[in-house]
Every structure is written in structure tokens, then in C-alpha cells.
């Protein structure tokens, strides 16, 4: 079956620091894959997708690219704020699963000043 | 204002007593999303609906019922045959079962 595999963390940066988390999963299609993040105490927020290999996706200076022979999703932001505290979920939504969303376990991310 | 509201934001209940959380949309999104969120974990899916009047069960739908009557709500029953219920409950909806998911603000369930 679908499953999404996320770097665990947590992860602590300084401010202006560079962010990676890595992402892989297994699908039995061609899945659609997305990054969410979920603030303290609030619902999950869609980051950004990727629908097809070799996409990029991106949003507030996050990216991510979809590779297929790497089965792999890795979210990256070049220089992080305090405000990109938060907990990072990596998912993957795939037809032979009618579309239902596989997420990640989360990787919890603190930015000190 | 277009979105997703759950009531209420947090929510006490006595062991064994049944318990409905509410979860409403005005997006006009067809398919609507039941998940339970427990500490350190991802999310697992409940039940999920793609249409009015229509639903399934999900991953971990035991001691959990719903219902679809309207296509802006889809309520979640928290049974007492649920035997952990402690739990951050999350909504969400999408225009199609193809599309991306939009969470609610989530409902936090105590049982004590």
C-alpha cells in the first residue's frame, strides 16, 4: 500500500539557517504529493504540490520537487524565520487508493532567533 | 468568508457518553474528511464522504459513526465503543475526491 516515510526530527535552526526535510514514499501509482504545515494548536495549512514527476512546487520561499526515480519529496527553504515554526507533513494522495491522503509521521521544526 | 469551521475548538466529555463534533463547510466542496490526530503521530483517516448522502469508512472508523444529510456537514459521533477518544480531531473537505484536501481549525476531545 501507499506510505510516506519523513525525516523525524525534531529539528532546530537558527534564524536564516538552511532547511531540508526529506521525504520519500511508496505508491503503487502515480501519486500527487503535498506538503502541509500545521501551526500550534491549529488545523494542517496545504504548503505546496507537486501532480507529476519533475514539478516543483512552491510557496513563502519553500520548495519542493517531485522525483520519481527517487520516490522522494524533500522540502527545502533557504533561509528560515521563527515564524516557520511548526510541524511539517509530507502526503501523498494516489488513484489506487481512491485518492485518500497517506501522510507522513510529521517533522517538528523550532527556528531560534 | 469562505472555509471550514469545527465546533467546539475544545470539547470535555465523561467516559462512556457519545459525543458529536460538528464540521461545516461553505466552500461547495463535494468530498469532506474525518481525521484523528494523536501527539507525535500523522494523521489517520476516520471516515471520508465524496457525496451527499455518502460515506466510508477509513483506517480507523471503530467506535466512530457519521453522517452526510447536507453537503456543507458532515458531523462526527464519538461512541463510547471508541476505546481511546482522547484525541485532536481534524475536518476537511476538497472540491473533488481528486483535489487537495483544506483543513479545519480541529477539535481537541478530552475523556475523563
Known amino acids: 500500500g501507499d506510505s510516506v516515510t519523513q525525516m523525524e526530527g525534531p529539528v532546530t535552526l537558527s534564524e536564516e539557517a538552511f532547511l531540508t526535510i526529506n521525504c520519500t514514499y511508496t505508491a503503487t501509482g502515480y501519486p500527487s504529493l503535498f506538503w502541509y504545515v500545521q501551526y500550534p494548536g491549529e488545523g494542517l495549512q496545504l504548503l505546496l504540490k507537486a501532480t507529476k514527476a519533475d514539478d516543483k512546487g512552491s510557496n513563502k520561499g519553500f520548495e519542493a520537487t517531485y522525483r520519481k526515480e527517487t520516490t522522494s519529496f524533500h522540502l527545502e527553504k533557504g533561509s528560515v524565520q521563527v515564524s516557520d515554526s511548526a510541524v511539517y507533513f509530507c502526503?501523498?494522495?494516489?488513484?489506487?487508493?481512491?485518492?485518500?491522503?497517506?501522510f507522513g509521521a510529521g517533522t517538528t521544526v523550532t527556528v531560534r532567533a | 468568508d469562505g472555509g471550514i469551521t469545527q465546533s467546539p475548538k475544545y470539547l470535555f466529555r465523561k467516559e462512556g457518553q457519545n459525543v458529536t463534533l460538528s464540521c461545516e463547510q461553505n466552500?461547495?466542496?463535494?468530498?469532506m474528511y474525518w481525521y484523528r490526530q494523536d501527539p507525535g503521530q500523522g494523521l489517520r483517516l476516520i471516515y471520508y464522504s465524496q457525496i451527499v448522502n455518502d460515506f466510508q469508512k477509513g483506517d480507523i472508523a471503530e467506535g466512530y459513526s457519521v453522517s452526510r444529510e447536507k453537503k456543507e456537514s458532515f458531523p462526527l459521533t464519538v461512541t463510547s465503543a471508541q476505546k481511546n477518544p482522547t484525541a485532536f480531531y481534524l475536518c476537511?473537505?476538497?472540491?473533488?475526491?481528486?483535489?487537495?484536501?483544506?483543513f479545519g481549525p480541529g477539535t481537541r476531545l478530552t475523556v475523563l
Open positions: 502526503a501523498l494522495s494516489d488513484r489506487s487508493n481512491d485518492y485518500k491522503l497517506s
Open positions: 476537511a473537505s476538497s472540491i473533488s475526491a481528486y483535489n487537495e484536501q483544506f
Open positions: 466552500l461547495n466542496h463535494d468530498a
